[in-house]
Structure formats: structure tokens, C-alpha cells
């Protein structure tokens, strides 16, 4: 199976296409996934988004990104245009901070967030040692994010606090 035909399985008819044009600074590659997949329509893990006009490039230290998705108040995501990597970025002087690496596309992403909430789905299914069991799916992410996208599988990357955190949070 293909990235788009998983992304596809993982979300159905959750994603969206994006209707509006987008700037052809924007990278062929991200262009095409944001206007024949998309992006959730509704708020993902606090997430909001971008939609239309949203999706404008804009420059920030030296760096020219593409708006994703926010959350109120912190730290919007972006997509650095010149490597189509996806970063946590402090939206202000107010947040400051490093940009934390997310993903290395916003395809990418869209798998990674698309895994992550299904293994979420699948802690309550088990049978045996909860440990065990959390142990295992958390493992399986790991492995499967490596072989996907391995920087986004680093010990400083966000999908691996995220999952140091699930497991922490489970007793594993």
C-alpha cells in the first residue's frame, strides 16, 4: 500500500481536500497532497487546521512556511517550504522556544497522526498484561515511524516525548 492509500484507510472520510488555490511558492510535492487528501476537517489533539487564505507562506527568521494548523495561544505548526519538514513553531516574542521537528512532510504527518490515533484506539483492546500490551503497541509505533520517516523517530523529535509519555503514563 501506498502513503496516500494509507493516510486514506487510517483517516477515511475525515480529511479534506483544499478547494482554494494554493501559492505556488508552497512545494509541488505538499501542494499536491493539500489538494487531493488534505487535511482534517475537524480539530486534531488541540489542533486547528489551516483552511484557505490560511494556508498563506510567510517569512520568519530567514525561513519561508506555510501555516498548518494552531493551537490557541501556543505554538503553531508549520511547513518549512524549503524542506517540506513539519515544526512546532513559537507563534510570537510572547512563546519563545526552538521550533521542535515534527515530521519530515506534511504527509508524513497526516501517517504519523493517523498511527498514533489508531494505536491510541487499540490500548483498550487487550486481553492481558496492560503493560504488556502498551509495551508492544508503543514498540510497533516506534518501528513503524523509523522505517517511515526515521528523523521523525529521534529521542528530540516530537512523536517520541509523545510516546515516552503514553507509556510513562500506563506504568510500562
Not at 517520541?160 to 506504568?171: F, I, N, P, R, T
Request: glycine share 8%; net charge negative; with cysteine.
Amino acid at each position: 500500500m501506498d502513503l496516500t492509500q494509507e493516510i486514506r484507510r487510517l483517516w477515511g472520510d475525515a480529511l479534506a481536500p483544499e478547494t482554494a488555490d494554493i501559492d505556488p511558492a508552497v512545494p509541488a510535492s505538499t501542494r499536491t497532497y493539500l489538494t487531493e487528501v488534505g487535511l482534517p476537517v475537524t480539530p486534531l489533539f488541540g489542533l486547528t487546521f489551516a483552511r484557505g487564505a490560511a494556508l498563506t507562506p510567510f517569512e520568519r527568521a530567514g525561513r519561508r512556511l506555510l501555516s498548518v494548523a494552531e493551537f490557541p495561544g501556543w505554538p503553531f505548526w508549520v511547513c518549512d517550504l524549503d524542506t517540506e519538514a513539519l515544526w512546532s513553531w513559537p507563534p510570537s516574542s510572547v512563546h519563545t522556544g526552538p521550533a521542535r521537528f515534527i515530521n519530515s512532510g506534511v504527509d508524513l504527518f497526516m501517517l504519523t497522526a493517523g498511527r498514533f490515533t489508531a494505536m491510541l484506539t487499540a490500548l483498550h483492546d487487550h486481553d492481558g498484561d496492560p503493560v504488556a500490551h502498551i509495551t508492544a503497541l508503543c514498540d510497533g509505533f516506534r518501528r513503524d515511524l523509523a522505517a517511515a520517516d526515521p528523523p521523525a523517530a529521534a529521542a528530540d523529535a516530537l512523536w517520541s516525548a509523545e510516546v515516552d509519555e503514553l507509556q510513562g503514563g500506563h506504568g510500562a
